[in-house]
């Protein structure tokens, strides 16, 4: 039977550490794939390897002042995370901070979902 002796992934932040400190357990080679812009990051600097994919992604640079989302654009404009002490005071939390979130393009309020 084969064993895996590398990994290769792309992520970024607390995900990225996970990853590494699990292939670290499991003696499995770490390698990273990431953007220039983060090369020095937590996950570069514990990966075993970084392999460098190129400068960091320009977000959104078609937007100007007046543009308009269109209805089939990425739908996950937007990540909220919260805590509460159940499940329905994390939804309240939740459903309060979109409350008070802004894009200048949206016209009227848009709908909350739960994705959990």
Partial sequence: MRT???LLFANRGEIAVRVIRACQELGIKAILAASEADRESMPALLADRVVCI????AVDTHRYPGYWVPPYYDSLLAKVISLGHDRQEAIERMQSAVGVFLYPAWRKPFPFTVLF
């Avoid at 190129?54 to 992604?57: F, L, S, W, Y």
């Fill in 54 to 57: 190129g400068p960091p992604k």
């Fill in 4 to 6: 895996i002796s590398s």
